[in-house]
């Protein structure tokens, strides 16, 4: 596929830190607020916020398929209704305003520093109005851990596990916006086999390292989106912190799954980075065995080298960093996860979004949350300021950041932060 704005010999006459996410080949989006002002689509170059709405009133986005409205707005569910086509067009001329030799807005200062915004004087918001939120389990390597922890390790997959992508209807009222505080959360636990249940504050707060997309309007319900057309429904992605309660979820999820253990918050990053955007970053997928299911079949690379780091900051101390991993350990990929999603005939709508389910590698460095890297609270993680931790403590930040690179491109997410306060 051929996408002008991926092209990676582009440079920009913006100055842009080195090593940043941000790069001219990104050109993420999001909601922005300046100063007190009206919240208003953006983009991103280095450590400036592009103001959309402003190009738009100077005219650098005339012959687009956009109006005033789809920026002007606290939500970008208004301009991912021009879909891939129109979402498309509008990242390609960003990337021709920002290249160097290109000086239609280069050359008008005044016109510039109201359309680059420097990013230490911007407040991020929820990026889209979610409708509907949907998790799946789809790291092989994550539930044969979990498997062999809970179950028996000769069996730790259940048996539908290699066929379907395995995956749950989430709350999408509590999804939150990287750097809000969330409670740790209370439920009912059982403290042994012999005890009756009891209710309190969870012990066992647990971060779960996930990806999401987000999708743009899909078919009417009772339609299928394949495999082949998957892509042409998926916005972008961002980084996802599924919040998890270990010890209430224990109890709760047989019959029907988690509950009070999840739906009190799950945290996302503030930058859509396009699927577009990640296009030079595919790679080949597993060889999936048994045989998949027609509908689950696909053909091409769906898989995306993204580098992923979760860190773990006590408060008032530095960050440590706990585990190293890769989107590209996913068995089940997105298109795979979207034609299940609506091989019922669901209707999917845009700004829904889908997360991943816990990114874990082979390795034990690679592991996507702290019931794996601590190994059921068995062998604790040491923390640079001498500390130990078998979950997460009131008063850590949990950080999580993502990006890819090849041939000195470098598209990133920037980070998803997350403070745990004590129970209220």
Same mark, same amino acid.
């Given at each position: 596929?051929?996408?002008?704005?991926?092209?990676?010999?582009?440079?920009?006459?913006?100055?842009?830190?080195?090593?940043?996410?941000?790069?001219?080949?990104?050109?993420?989006?999001?909601?922005?607020?300046?100063?007190?002002?009206?919240?208003?689509?953006?983009?991103?170059?280095?450590?400036?916020?592009?103001?959309?709405?402003?190009?738009?009133?100077?005219?650098?986005?005339?012959?687009?398929?956009?109006?005033?409205?789809?920026?002007?707005?606290?939500?970008?569910?208004?301009?991912?209704?021009?879909?891939?086509?129109?979402?498309?067009?509008?990242?390609?001329?960003?990337?021709?305003?920002?290249?160097?030799?290109?000086?239609?807005?280069?050359?008008?200062?005044?016109?510039?520093?109201?359309?680059?915004?420097?990013?230490?004087?911007?407040?991020?918001?929820?990026?889209?109005?979610?409708?509907?939120?949907?998790?799946?389990?789809?790291?092989?390597?994550?539930?044969?851990?979990?498997?062999?922890?809970?179950?028996?390790?000769?069996?730790?997959?259940?048996?539908?596990?290699?066929?379907?992508?395995?995956?749950?209807?989430?709350?999408?009222?509590?999804?939150?916006?990287?750097?809000?505080?969330?409670?740790?959360?209370?439920?009912?636990?059982?403290?042994?086999?012999?005890?009756?249940?009891?209710?309190?504050?969870?012990?066992?707060?647990?971060?779960?390292?996930?990806?999401?997309?987000?999708?743009?309007?899909?078919?009417?319900?009772?339609?299928?989106? @394949?495999?082949? &057309?998957?892509?042409?429904?998926?916005?972008?992605? =961002?980084?996802? !912190? $599924?919040? #998890?309660? %270990?010890?209430?979820?224990?109890?709760?999820?047989?019959?029907?799954?988690?509950?009070?253990?999840?739906?009190?918050?799950?945290?996302?990053?503030?930058?859509?980075?396009?699927?577009?955007?990640?296009?030079?970053?595919?790679?080949?997928?597993?060889?999936?065995?048994?045989?998949?299911?027609?509908?689950?079949?696909?053909?091409?690379?769906?898989?995306?080298?993204?580098?992923?780091?979760?860190?773990?900051?006590?408060?008032?101390?530095?960050?440590?960093?706990?585990?190293?991993?890769?989107?590209?350990?996913?068995?089940?990929?997105?298109?795979?996860?979207?034609?299940?999603?609506?091989?019922?005939?669901?209707?999917?709508?845009?700004?829904?979004?889908?997360?991943?389910?816990?990114?874990?590698?082979?390795?034990?460095?690679?592991?996507? @949350?702290?019931? &794996?890297?601590?190994?059921?609270?068995?062998?604790? =993680?040491?923390? !640079? $300021?001498? #500390?130990? %931790?078998?979950?997460?403590?009131?008063?850590?930040?949990?950080?999580?950041?993502?990006?890819?690179?090849?041939?000195?491109?470098?598209?990133?997410?920037?980070?998803?932060?997350?403070?745990?306060?004590?129970?209220?």
């Amino acid at each position: 596929m051929n996408i002008a704005a991926n092209d990676p010999s582009l440079k920009t006459w913006v100055e842009i830190p080195e090593n940043s996410d941000f790069s001219i080949q990104n050109l993420p989006f999001g909601i922005i607020k300046v100063n007190g002002g009206e919240p208003r689509a953006a983009s991103r170059i280095g450590d400036f916020a592009i103001d959309l709405k402003a190009l738009f009133v100077l005219g650098y986005l005339t012959n687009l398929p956009f109006r005033m409205e789809d920026f002007d707005t606290d939500t970008l569910n208004i301009m991912m209704k021009k879909g891939k086509e129109g979402t498309r067009k509008l990242r390609d001329r960003l990337s021709k305003l920002f290249q160097e030799g290109q000086d239609d807005l280069k050359n008008k200062e005044h016109h510039v520093n109201q359309v680059l915004i420097p990013i230490d004087g911007v407040q991020m918001l929820m990026p889209v109005q979610i409708g509907d939120y949907t998790d799946f389990y789809s790291s092989r390597d994550h539930a044969t851990n979990v498997g062999t922890m809970f179950r028996d390790p000769a069996n730790a997959l259940l048996p539908n596990w290699l066929w379907i992508p395995v995956g749950y209807h989430g709350r999408a009222s509590s999804v939150i916006l990287s750097g809000q505080d969330i409670y740790r959360p209370k439920g009912q636990t059982k403290p042994g086999e012999d005890e009756n249940p009891v209710v309190g504050a969870s012990k066992l707060l647990d971060f779960e390292l996930e990806m999401g997309f987000i999708t743009y309007d899909g078919k009417p319900l009772g339609d299928t989106i @394949s495999t082949e &057309e998957a892509e042409d429904y998926i916005f972008g992605m =961002v980084l996802f !912190n $599924d919040w #998890s309660a %270990r010890d209430i979820q224990k109890w709760e999820y047989i019959p029907l799954g988690p509950f009070l253990a999840k739906n009190f918050a799950s945290s996302i990053s503030p930058w859509i980075v396009t699927l577009d955007a990640l296009e030079p970053f595919k790679i080949e997928g597993p060889e999936q065995e048994p045989e998949v299911l027609d509908y689950l079949k696909y053909s091409g690379k769906k898989r995306y080298d993204i580098n992923l780091e979760v860190l773990i900051q006590p408060e008032g101390k530095e960050e440590t960093s706990v585990s190293k991993s890769n989107f590209k350990f996913m068995y089940w990929n997105m298109v795979q996860q979207l034609a299940h999603h609506t091989v019922n005939g669901c209707n999917i709508r845009g700004g829904d979004l889908m997360g991943s389910g816990t990114i874990s590698g082979p390795t034990p460095d690679s592991y996507g @949350s702290m019931l &794996e890297l601590a190994w059921k609270g068995t062998k604790p =993680v040491q923390l !640079n $300021d001498g #500390s130990e %931790r078998k979950f997460i403590a009131d008063n850590d930040t949990v950080i999580m950041r993502g990006h890819s690179s090849k041939e000195g491109v470098r598209v990133g997410f920037g980070e998803v932060s997350t403070k745990v306060l004590p129970t209220k």
